[in-house]
């Protein structure tokens, strides 16, 4: 009897952990959001939508992919992707330097030292878009 009581509380623990982490609450975004996180590190609870330029806590793109199997499949650190971009600082030349911009999850071109998303590998021609980026989060002294 003893037993059996034993097991059906561990069960009844296991159940309620296994439940607790299912609910977890993912933010997604849409393809190209360029992302940053208040923590000031990776944690797929804690980032947001960049609203700052040049923004110091940049983590990466959302690849709008809302059925993820690991933080990878939601948001790209590093590698190329789409990026949403704006003509904040001026149109978009392949090999500009872009970095997050003022407005919503956006990026713009690099015009100062600061920290960048990465390198434009084409030309833009329309004043927003998705732009494909080869992401390389970083400081660069222009």
Known sequence: MKNTLVIILLFVFCQSICHAQGERKRKFYDKGTVLRSPAGFYDDETY??????????????????????????????????EVKYNYENGSIQEGDLVTSSSKTGEAMKATQSGIVLGIALENTDSPSGLVKVRVLIQYVKL
Not at 54 to 69: E, F, K, S, Y
Not at 71 to 76: T, W
Request: with cysteine.
């Open 48 to 81: 947001v939508a960049s609203t700052n330029p040049n923004d110091n806590l940049l983590i990466g793109v959302a690849t709008g992919n809302h059925n993820p199997r690991k933080k990878s499949d939601f948001v790209c650190t590093g590698g190329v992707s």
